[in-house]
């Protein structure tokens, strides 16, 4: 399953996890490529995720017009990053996503995607799909003493949304990311054995 997506709210823990187990990987051998919410615009390689923005939630949506018009070349990079690139590293090795396309869905304030929902589902759907989906989940209070990004009811509105989100992600699995980092590392790794 080498291209595999990771989602979780924000003090999840996601890039200390995907370090970690791009690095074990790497140490076996594999070919790895990372990458963060979508392809690098038209570049060949997705290197390390960029910083997470401070107020992940401080813009104001765009309007629907905006909003469908991004979406729309969110829809054609990840195609011509997917046909150009990403299906040769696929083939290849493993390609690990801190958040992917599938995340608008649940946050799209994050995004500041202010159009039908229904027009991001499709959307989502008709991209290059995962093929596996980590969810990394903790207590909200253990979530929100390791960052405080976002509103106590924001981060509980995610989390709600991604387990529901769980039922029809194809290929989703939640792991526990409450426990020591090295034990996060090694349940993610037999989950893509």
């Known amino acids: 399953m080498p291209f595999?997506?990771?989602?979780?709210?924000?003090?999840?823990?996601?890039?200390?996890?995907?370090?970690?187990?791009?690095?074990?990987?790497?140490?076996?051998?594999?070919?790895?490529?990372?990458?963060?919410?979508?392809?690098?615009?038209?570049?060949?390689k997705n290197t390390e995720s960029p910083a997470a923005a401070d107020d992940p939630h401080g813009q104001p949506p765009r309007?629907?017009?905006?909003?469908?018009?991004?979406l729309a070349w969110l829809w054609f990079n990840w195609w011509i990053a997917w046909i150009l690139f990403l299906r040769g590293d696929n083939?290849?090795?493993?390609?690990?996503?801190?958040?992917?396309?599938g995340d608008l869905i649940i946050d799209p304030k994050r995004?500041?995607?202010?159009?039908?929902?229904w027009l991001a589902k499709?959307?989502?759907?008709?991209?290059?799909?995962p093929d596996k989906v980590i969810f990394l989940d903790a207590d909200p209070d253990i979530l929100l003493s390791r960052k405080q990004e976002v509103s106590r009811e924001a981060l509980l509105a995610s989390r709600a949304k991604y387990e529901s989100a769980g039922s029809s992600i194809p290929h989703f699995t939640k792991v526990d990311a409450s426990a020591a980092l090295t034990s996060v590392i090694a349940q993610v790794l037999k989950e893509i054995a």
């Open 122 to 129: 499709l959307a989502s759907a008709l991209m290059p799909q």
């Open 63 to 70: 309007g629907a017009l905006g909003s469908a018009l991004k």
């Open 111 to 117: 995004y500041r995607y202010g159009g039908p929902m």
């Open 4 to 44: 595999i997506a990771f989602l979780g709210c924000d003090g999840s823990g996601k890039s200390a996890v995907i370090a970690g187990v791009a690095a074990h990987l790497r140490d076996t051998g594999e070919s790895v490529e990372l990458g963060h919410w979508r392809p690098k615009p038209f570049s060949q």
């Open 91 to 101: 083939r290849k090795g493993f390609i690990l996503f801190d958040r992917y396309h």
